[in-house]
């Protein structure tokens, strides 16, 4: 599967916004989808996942409460609505989509989209 993702930008602290990643294939149902971020000069850290279904979803803790992560498989679409941004949110914000599982581990996942650069300004 091949994914992409977008909606990415600049906002103000306390701002939202939805982060998009299409994904090719017609499979993209079974697959799990996740949300990772990268700081420059930080390992890649995870943010958001969920099962193939929907019915399951994990968070950082650092973003439980801001962000939701979810999914329209009719769409091939995942998204991260991420609200009360904080300046720390700033990063490339990553999707990825894992065939058999989803952890906070990203040597787990099998596919990465190119990222997309989110900035939060104080």
């Known amino acids: 599967v091949q994914l992409q993702a977008f909606g990415g930008g600049l906002v103000q602290a306390g701002g939202s916004l939805r982060l998009s990643c299409a994904a090719s294939g017609r499979t993209f149902k079974r697959y799990r989808m996740g949300w990772f971020r990268q700081s420059p000069g930080k390992e890649r850290e995870f943010v958001a996942a969920m099962s193939w279904s929907g019915g399951s979803t994990l968070y950082v803790d650092s973003v439980k409460g801001r962000f939701t992560i979810s999914r329209e498989n009719g769409k091939n679409t995942a998204y991260l609505q991420m609200s009360s941004l904080k300046p720390e949110d700033t990063a490339v914000y990553y999707c990825?989509?894992?065939?058999?599982?989803?952890?906070?581990?990203?040597?787990?996942?099998?596919?990465w989209g190119q990222g997309t650069q989110v900035t939060v300004s104080s």
């Open positions: 990825a989509a894992s065939e058999y599982e989803y952890s906070a581990t990203s040597g787990s996942w099998d596919y």
